[in-house]
């Protein structure tokens, strides 16, 4: 064999090796730490440095699991950077005796936004884009009343201040009419403020972050996150497609009503737009995901970025009257690349929620304490959300309220759980 010949040979065969070992250290990194962690929780629950009584709250989210209302459950919570607990409750498909686990399938649905935030502006730090540069010059999907896509920035998109009606055209792209086509037909809406000026939700226009992904990264949006974000962080579970879903080993279905509801079908939409609710993972790994949000893998989710995503750059007064049940603890609500911020009786937390048919999902969590807690459910009632309140008040040391609404007249008693306060197996 010629010599050069040889040479390349042996270099295509170093390269193979050396890729493949690279993503081989990335995809068992988080296992290893994980496996590591959960080593250790039996003795931070034996000292004296936890603020979180996990035994009481295990003891409300069994009370929380029995309602009606609910299927299943998986609950997660970091808390001084670790993850401290992990469980399931309840049932994949009400009835069927099947367990929720922490390794069980689940849709982000909305906090999906998080992710198309950290993405993108992690390539913007890598010098691939500017988040002031207009929205035009990279998706040729999203048009705007008056050409205004030309003004609009990068930025604009993922503080939903784009100046159009809330929730714009999410009723075509529910029937299936392809999200481009939808994000080409806002150019016929009114404006109703200027752009930068009011923040109105989106989805469809949302997901002209995952083209700004696209062009500056030359893959789909879902590999590039996959191979950016998940599989360095390694989140093994995570995906960004309906068959990454219903393919996996323990997924969690779908359920419009409660225990006596049938499971609904999984339906394509908001696959679609994967930039604005595309994820699917396991509750494990949404906690791995938010102990990177706190700055716990700053190799691949830099201080830098993180500063830029979750700094407030539009008030939401909309959403401080939509959660005017809990106006004791929230004093304000501002929304940054992707994600809620909020004065917390005066800490700053970060958040968001997510909603598609059949499941519901939630993040809060306080950066500068490195403690918050994920959920993820499969059925369509809101009662879990007042979770989050519930653990952030541990946080605090604040007195604690029943914001679960259970029932209970003090819900810092009530009857000691019956399963250990950390567990792997569904109860």
């Known amino acids: 064999m010629p010599l050069g010949a040889l040479l390349l040979l042996l270099f295509a065969v170093w390269a193979v090796t050396h890729v493949s070992f690279s993503w081989s250290s990335a995809e068992s990194r988080a296992d290893r730490r994980l496996d590591a962690r959960r080593a250790a929780i039996a003795e931070a629950q034996q000292g004296a440095t936890s603020v979180i009584d996990y035994r009481r709250l295990d003891s409300r989210l069994q009370l929380l699991s029995a309602d009606n209302a609910m299927v299943g459950l998986a609950v997660g919570i970091v808390e001084n950077g670790e993850i401290t607990f992990l469980k399931g409750y309840g049932e994949t498909i009400a009835g069927s005796g099947d367990p929720i686990t922490p390794e069980t399938i689940f849709r982000w649905a909305s906090v999906s936004k998080g992710v198309a935030g950290v993405m993108t502006v992690k390539l913007a730090h890598e010098g691939k884009l500017s988040l002031s540069d207009p929205i035009a010059k990279y998706s040729a999907s999203l048009r705007l009343p008056g050409g205004r896509e030309h003004q609009a920035t990068v930025a604009d998109v993922l503080t939903h201040t784009l100046g159009i009606f809330g929730h714009a055209n999410d009723s075509k792209l529910e029937d299936g009419v392809d999200p481009r086509l939808l994000r080409g037909e806002l150019a016929s809406l009114n404006q109703i403020c200027p752009i930068g000026q009011c923040h109105s939700y989106q989805n469809v226009a949302y997901d002209a972050a995952s083209d700004v992904v696209e062009r500056v990264t030359g893959t789909s949006y879902q590999e590039a996150v996959r191979n950016r974000l998940f599989l360095p962080l390694g989140m093994n579970s995570a995906t960004l497609t309906r068959d990454g879903l219903v393919t996996a080993p323990s997924w969690a279905r779908p359920h419009r009503g409660g ?102 999902s939630l993040i809060m969590f306080d950066p500068a304490k490195k403690s918050g807690v994920v959920a993820l459910w499969n059925s369509s009632t809101n009662k879990p959300g007042g979770l989050e309140f519930e653990v952030m008040d541990m946080i605090y040391r604040l007195e604690p309220r029943d914001w679960l609404e259970l029932g209970e007249t003090n819900p810092a008693t009530g009857p000691e759980a019956a399963t250990p306060a950390i567990s792997d197996s569904g109860s």
Do not use: C
């Not at 700094?311 to 939509?322: D, K, L």
């Not at 005017?324 to 994600?339: I, P, V």
């Open 259 to 360: 225990k006596n509801s049938k499971p609904v079908e999984v339906t394509q939409p908001y696959y679609s737009v994967p930039a604005a609710g595309g994820v699917n993972s396991s509750i494990k790994d949404m906690a791995v995901w938010m102990q990177a949000q706190m700055g716990l893998d700053p190799a691949i989710v830099s201080p830098a970025v993180l500063r830029e995503v979750q700094m407030p750059r539009i008030a939401t007064p909309g959403e401080r009257r939509r959660m005017r049940d809990f106006a004791e603890r929230l004093k304000s609500a501002s929304y940054g690349l992707g994600w809620r911020i909020y004065d917390y009786a005066g800490h700053t937390i970060i958040a968001h929620r997510g909603g598609v048919t059949g499941y519901r």
